[in-house]
């Protein structure tokens, strides 16, 4: 954090401290939670209420999972202060919506889930006063359809409102760094 408040990218290196992991249900989240635990980091898994609980089957002692939509602010700022995660990893999203075809209850969701979401993390992130980092993953698909590699110096070109959204949010956190 900077003196404002804001969180502030942090140099490269292990993650000590507690951890919360959002979106930790997923194919991505499962993983980074089984690693973090193996090194023996305590961590907050963060799920959606609901979710298939089956990539965390294998979760280590430490590991602590936690059903919460990251609509309920309330929520998020008790889940936070009650974690005290020191770097919070935010990987949750909706995929779902990764196909827009006119529907713009799909633009509302990927809006609602994707944007809101991320912001009422950073919120509880910054209120919590132990957070020091949060990590934010973003994607290929922010890119467009390229060619791999893709250069992340290209500007970004969404093709859905799954895309969309991931690049609103790397906006949004790259704002709230500076």
């Not at 002692?61 to 974690?83: E, I």
């Not at 995660?85 to 779902?96: E, F, K, R």
Request: net charge positive; with cysteine; aromatic share 6%.
């Amino acid at each position: 954090r900077d003196r404002g408040g804001r969180c502030r990218a942090a140099g490269g290196g292990v993650t000590t401290g507690r951890t919360l992991v959002t979106g930790a249900a997923g194919f991505l989240g499962a993983n980074l939670v089984a690693a973090l635990a193996a090194r023996g980091t305590p961590v907050t898994a963060l799920v959606r209420a609901g979710s298939d609980l089956g990539r965390l089957r294998r979760l280590a002692p430490g590991v602590q999972p936690v059903a919460c939509d990251l609509d309920d602010r309330d929520r998020l700022d008790r889940l936070f202060a009650d974690a005290a995660p020191a770097t919070v990893y935010h990987l949750a999203g909706d995929t779902g919506t990764r196909h827009f075809d006119g529907d713009w209850g799909v633009v509302d969701r990927a809006l609602a889930a994707n944007v809101a979401g991320a912001m009422n993390v950073a919120r509880a992130a910054l209120r919590s006063g132990s957070v020091r980092r949060v990590i934010r993953t973003g994607g290929l698909e922010e890119y467009g359809d390229v060619a791999e590699p893709a250069d992340e110096a290209r500007r970004e070109a969404p093709t859905s409102p799954y895309s969309a959204s991931q690049v609103t949010v790397t906006h949004w956190f790259g704002m709230l760094q500076a």
